[in-house]
């Protein structure tokens, strides 16, 4: 999997295995963390290959996910977290 360049950050590559071994770290690191199945953990971040090891890492830990894209207005990111009501950071 290939992560164009964008500005400021070279293009990136991974292969399959890397992403889901990330995502086992992370969905690991969720779970000592108190993360219960079914709790909804809010990501911030640009769509990224790191978005695509958090997601699966947050699935793997049974946990529920909502996505805020630093692109969207402050307004409508504040009624998505209090719409989906995340679980506070550990």
Request: proline letters at 7%; aromatic letters at 8%; a positive charge.
């Amino acid at each position: 999997m290939v992560e164009t360049r964008a500005s400021g950050t070279p293009e990136r590559s991974f292969t399959y295995k890397q992403i889901n071994e990330a995502s086992n770290i992370f969905g690991h690191l969720l779970v000592k963390s108190g993360i219960q199945m079914g709790d909804v953990v809010m990501i911030y971040s640009h769509r990224s290959v790191d978005l695509v090891v958090a997601v699966m890492g947050i699935l793997k830990a049974g946990a529920t996910l909502s996505v805020l894209d630093p692109a969207y207005p402050s307004d409508r990111q504040n009624i998505y977290l209090e719409v989906a009501k995340p679980r506070p950071p550990w």
